[in-house]
């Protein structure tokens, strides 16, 4: 499964930046993240929940490892889950360009493979359901990133 | 109303409804016994992997669970299944047969692969404990597409094996090249068929009581082949086969998946109950269906029939890739079938015909229903359609110029058939049959007067008319025993399976019949190897013709025995008696005779001798193995209407007209077609199994994969002829796979009848309305 597309953010990009590396934050803002906790350089661990159609709640053990590191350009992530219902594997790339305002612009790209009863089950529904899930996310970090910004 | 002899060709009601439609019928589900445990299987998710390393401690340890038996637990029995079907002896034929271990043990080749065998106190505790087992499996890439499967630098699915090619044979008749040279035209095309699965209704069960006191096993499997499920077993397991019984009760459809034998399921559940010393339940699930029950349909054809230019065929030359799945128990059986049926009722003097088999990341494919009949019939049929176009001649008409005529029958086709026999055509009579379809859906009327009339208004209607010819009935033999009791009913057992076939009473009016005894007093007994424990199973249309002849040779043995002993007891010489009413007596004096339950009695004394020469009772076992199948044949035809809008099709007319020789119960007859066309309406336009690249299975649901419900199928017509069989003595042909077997062909026929004009060329089943539309479209442009 592909996922791509663009999202601005309101703010500067070393703020969003910032943002994108904080696991407590992203734990909020990932729609299911029960958990997330750094475990080393680049390297996340979490639990996170899905419902996909019939599959209600689906959990599973992620593990994120960041690469290719530009800050405050551009990074990697390799995504890697695993759960009572399938699993996931796949990488994402994400670029942050600074425009006047300021304004930061996301492009995101992310191939994900997706297997097991979750793939078998849950197939019509599976790209509806991470395109939802991208902008529940992103509208969430925006929200963060101007709650900080309004704090100062 | 209860039927009255004689009971062959009778609508005879069928005998196990009682039971099957009042609840009262044994399914293997439905076995209860004290202390019995629960069986689940932890299975891959990747379709292609290195297992690194499995972890079930947690699952040993989680409260309910008896037992969690890896690869590594399975010791000596940790071998690959048998080839089941040896490839047939055809000159320079290449086949690698690779098997599946119980559990995979260092790889993975398909989603729903079993890895682990979990045993609990109940399914609950058991699915739980899945997640508890931690599997550790690196991804290769998947093979999915069959062309880039055999490329060189295709992921090898066993590695011991150069390439991914598992078979590849050439069967050829005559010369083809000289046909094409002679030519007027060539017809050529690409042709797809792609995969399906069986959906029964009832999944695959086990259930497994080990005695370890007197050293018995009692095995219920959905099985359609008890007898040699048992044999193997036995041979395993290290015990007698007569240690081990194998009862296949009533099964909720078998249509092929079922014949596969020694699953992994199978052969895991009876190792673990004399470990344990507990009866063990296994219950597929449906999901589980989808994934670890054997498939079929995927084949790519690139052929070609030259013919002159007032239709006469010449020759076709075919070469295609079967899909074999991940491994190939099955040896050659589908793709054999396939290059066998495109001959179908025409008289193709040269022929030549190439496969190659190719291991995918996919299930296991065995025969489903047709077993590959259909994609030779859909590549035949359809080269016709577009000859005819091609050459403006009628679709009828075509088809009529190349039957092959009634006198030329036994017709060998000097190609090897699926049962190692060559190919030949025992009877039939084709040209009576088309032209009767063509006139019972009124073919004439409709292209010169309805479909231009309709056309007029609007309406996209089209007609179709699809011949086919059927290898049924093959060897190597069956058998039975009949038996009157002192009761005067007669028990008549059989070794075969029975998935809902009607077996209960087509033997029946059979052993009837011969016996001269009411319909209802005729009990069959089948699947179960303690009742008869000599056979081989429920294929290829084989039920009626093969177990039935066994049942009438049985039954005719008997009557004879019955003559014997009554012209001593009657005084009065065999020609004169006659059986009738459950009685035996004097043709001369009707009132001089005796009940054939009290004959029983006296031939079975409890003083005096049972002579020498003679045995006690009257009872009989014979078999019946004939040298090769019986030729069934047939013609469908079908009006369509398609809106081009939606690309949805109604099917206004399905016609089945039937040469299955002798027919026992044309309400049996009939009800095999209709759920043979049923079959055959899911395979054309809804039912794909749909693989990602990497080897998913994406619509594992019956949300997703989609089965003609009642409403989409409709009421079906069929007529019936009659050419027996000249390889038994009732004339018996096969019957089960007949309404599938040119569905795909005649449906896509019709619809692109109905669209002519628009560009639309159908060379793929299964459509649905969503490719339909894809194909309406690509025309336009």
């Known amino acids: ?152 | 109303m209860p039927a009255a002899p004689p009971y062959l060709r009778a609508r005879v009601p069928r005998n196990e409804d009682a039971r099957l439609l009042t609840g009262r019928a044994l399914f293997v589900d439905d076995v209860q016994l004290p202390g019995m445990l629960h069986v689940a299987f932890v299975r891959s998710e990747h379709a292609h992997g290195r297992i690194t390393s499995i972890d079930a401690s947690a699952a040993r340890l989680r409260p309910g669970v008896h037992a969690v038996y890896t690869a590594a637990d399975l010791g000596d029995y940790l071998k690959p299944g048998p080839i089941l079907v040896s490839p047939p002896p055809i000159p320079n034929l290449v086949f690698h047969g690779c098997t599946q271990l119980p559990l995979a043990k260092d790889k993975v080749r398909h989603v729903g692969e079993p890895i682990a065998m979990i045993v609990a106190d109940s399914r609950y505790v058991a699915e739980d404990a899945i997640r508890d087992v931690v599997v550790e499996i690196a991804p290769i890439d998947a093979v999915v597409d069959l062309e880039k499967g055999l490329a060189a630098d295709a992921p090898l699915i066993h590695e011991h094996l150069t390439s991914n090619l598992a078979a590849h044979v050439i069967q050829r008749k005559g010369n083809y090249a000289s046909a094409k040279a002679k030519a007027d035209i060539i017809v050529k095309r690409r042709f797809h068929y792609d995969r399906g699965v069986s959906a029964a209704i009832e999944n695959r069960a086990v259930v497994v009581d080990w005695n370890p006191k007197s050293e018995e096993m009692t095995i219920w499997d959905t099985t359609q082949a008890p007898i040699p499920i048992r044999n193997g077993l036995a041979a395993m397991l290290g015990l007698l086969e007569s240690q081990v019984n194998v009862i296949a009760p009533f099964v909720g459809g078998g249509f092929g998946p079922k014949i596969m034998m020694f699953y992994p399921e199978e052969l895991l559940l009876p190792w673990a109950a004399m470990r344990l010393n507990r009866p063990l339940k296994w219950t597929e699930d449906r999901q589980e269906n989808f994934y670890a029950t054997t498939q079929e349909r995927g084949q790519v054809h690139d052929a070609e029939m030259a013919l002159t230019k007032d239709g006469r065929i010449l020759g076709v030359h075919d070469v295609f890739l079967f899909d074999t799945g991940a491994y190939d128990p099955y040896g050659l059986t589908i793709p054999i079938n396939s290059q066998c049926t495109l001959i179908g009722p025409y008289d193709i003097p040269d022929y030549e015909s190439e496969f190659t088999a190719v291991f995918t990341n996919k299930t296991i494919v065995t025969p489903v229903r047709g077993a590959g009949r259909q994609h030779g019939v859909f590549v035949s049929e359809r080269l016709l359609d577009l000859a005819a176009r091609e050459l403006g001649i009628d679709r009828v008409e075509i088809r009529k110029r190349n039957l092959i005529g009634p006198d030329k029958f036994p017709v060998n086709h000097e190609i090897m058939f699926q049962d190692s026999a060559p190919l030949i055509y025992d009877s039939g009579d084709y040209l009576p049959t088309l032209e009767q379809a063509a006139e019972i859906i009124g073919y004439e009327q409709f292209i010169r007067e309805e479909q231009p009339r309709l056309r007029a208004e609007g309406r996209h209607v089209g007609v179709g008319v699809a011949c086919y010819v059927e290898g049924t009935g093959i060897g190597p033999y069956e058998g039975a025993r009949v038996t009157i009791e002192p009761s005067g009913k007669v028990r008549c057992a059989t070794g075969v399976g029975t998935q809902g076939q009607g077996h209960f009473t087509v033997f029946a009016q059979l052993v009837a019949d011969v016996l001269g005894v009411n319909v209802v007093d005729v009990k069959v007994v089948t699947g179960d190897t303690r009742e008869f424990h000599w056979g081989t199973g429920t294929f290829a249309s084989r039920g009626a013709v093969v177990a039935g002849s066994a049942c009438h040779a049985a039954a005719s043995n008997v009557r004879e025995k019955v003559l014997n002993l009554a012209s001593v007891l009657l005084n009065v010489p065999p020609d004169r008696l006659e059986l009738s009413g459950g009685r035996v007596f004097d043709t001369d004096d009707p009132q001089r005779g005796m009940s054939l339950g009290e004959l029983s009695g006296k031939a079975n004394p409890l003083r005096g001798a049972v002579r020498p020469g003679t045995e006690p009772g009257l009872e009989s076992t014979a078999y019946f193995g004939p040298d090769r199948g019986s030729t069934a044949s047939g013609v469908h035809a079908i009006i369509v209407e398609v809106d081009p809008e939606t690309a949805t099709v109604e099917i206004k007319r399905y016609l089945v007209v039937h040469d299955c020789g002798t027919i026992i119960n044309p309400m049996l007859v009939e009800g095999q077609i209709h759920g043979g066309v049923a079959h055959g309406i899911g395979n054309a336009f809804y039912e794909k199994l749909v693989y990602d690249e990497q080897g998913q299975l994406l619509n594992a649901s019956f949300m997703d994969y989609l089965l003609p419900t009642a409403t989409d199928v409709p009421m079906i017509e069929t007529a019936h002829r009659e050419t027996p069989s000249p390889y038994n003595v009732v004339g018996l042909k096969g019957v089960g796979e007949a309404g599938c077997i040119p569905t795909g062909a005649v449906f896509a026929q019709a619809v692109e009848d109905a669209l002519a004009g628009s560009g639309v060329e159908i060379t793929e089943i299964p459509l649905s309305p969503n490719r339909l539309f894809e194909l309406i479209e690509a025309a336009r442009k």
Not at chain 1, 106 to 132: C, F, N, P, W
């Open chain 1, 1 to 152: 499964m592909i996922l791509s597309g663009t999202f601005t953010f309101e703010g500067p990009r070393a703020r969003v930046w910032d943002i994108l590396q904080d696991p407590d934050v992203l734990a909020k803002a990932l729609p299911g993240t029960k958990t997330l906790t750094k475990v080393g350089d680049d390297r996340y661990q979490g639990v996170m929940k899905v419902s996909v159609g019939p599959m209600s709640a689906a959990e599973f053990n992620i593990t994120v490892e960041l690469k290719d590191k530009v800050e405050p350009e551009k990074f990697s992530m390799v995504i890697d889950g695993k759960g009572g219902v399938g699993f996931t594997k796949g990488t994402a790339t994400i670029v942050l360009d600074e425009q006047p305002g300021p304004i930061t612009v996301m492009t995101y790209t992310s191939d994900v493979q997706i297997g097991g009863k979750i793939a078998a089950v849950g197939q019509r529904l599976l790209e509806s359901v991470g395109k939802m899930m991208t902008k529940q996310a992103l509208e969430a970090l925006n929200r963060e990133l101007k709650a900080r910004l309004g704090s100062g």
